[in-house]
């Protein structure tokens, strides 16, 4: 019990300070079907070929991900109330359950979304398109990143995409994880005290649920949520509207047993 006493006092938002959320996300997993639809619109006696260079590429196994998983706003946003400060690398997460003070890293990251890590090499010697090469672009930035529709897609990817070897090779876990951990540990910044003002200056009750948006990779923290909690993914779970809107099953200090730090 004094484990979790001390865990809880490194919370990042207190239990008394919670309150409900809805996370507009941007990655972008639904349009799976667009980058289907632009390798079939290929012309017929390159379909087959251009098909096959985008599911060998580096992203080409993520076309095979269960279009029927529905993403969860509720298990997101309850497991980033949960984060603790921790005195681990910077680019790494723990986050309170139950007893268990939990860590997503760059290897839960690498396992979850099967991208490559490694050192970053110098892309500034890379000199537009094909299909296989838009579709590239594509799930990368809309899909990966997360790329708000403002944003440009930077000029290296197109130099570098032109050598499909080169943009196979790159590490792009690397990439796409950074972005995702700073939209991760920063998505919650600030947010509790701005929900309150405009709560009140509006005159409405201050539990009332907070919209905010989490940039980068927000799948994989679901995923990661399942993987922790396996409870969440019992026959009890398995509708989405359950998912989303019982506390009960949310509530996950219930599925916690002793112990100290997983790491």
Not at 11 to 16: A, F, G, I, Y
């Amino acid at each position: 019990m004094q484990m979790r006493n001390q865990l809880k006092d490194s919370l990042k938002t207190p239990e008394e300070e919670r309150y409900s959320g809805k996370i507009t996300r941007h990655d972008h997993f639904d349009d799976l079907t667009d980058i289907d639809n632009a390798l079939n619109k290929v012309p017929e006696h390159l379909a087959i070929e251009e098909r096959r260079r985008y599911t060998e590429s580096c992203f080409g196994h993520l076309l095979r991900m269960d279009r029927g998983m529905k993403f969860s706003a509720g298990i997101v946003h309850r497991l980033l109330i949960r984060e603790l400060h921790h005195d681990g690398p910077e680019d790494e997460m723990r986050f309170l359950l139950g007893r268990h003070s939990v860590r997503f890293s760059k290897v839960e990251f690498c396992l979850i979304t099967g991208l490559k890590f490694g050192e970053l090499p110098n892309t500034s010697t890379y000199d537009m398109y094909d299909a296989v090469k838009l579709c590239l672009l594509y799930m990368l930035n809309w899909i990966l990143m997360g790329l708000d529709e403002r944003e440009k897609v930077p000029v290296w990817q197109f130099r570098l995409v032109e050598d499909l070897d080169a943009f196979d090779a790159f590490p792009w876990g690397v990439h796409v994880y950074k972005r995702s951990i700073y939209g991760f540990k920063h998505a919650l910044d600030g947010r509790r005290r701005r929900f309150e003002q405009r709560q009140r200056r509006k005159g409405v009750d201050v539990h009332t649920t907070e919209t905010y948006n989490i940039y980068g990779l927000t799948h994989a923290l679901l995923i990661f949520a399942f993987e922790v909690i396996p409870e969440l993914g019992n026959s009890r779970c398995r509708k989405r509207r359950e998912i989303e809107l019982s506390p009960r099953i949310l509530k996950w200090d219930e599925y916690a047993t002793e112990g100290g730090e997983v790491e």
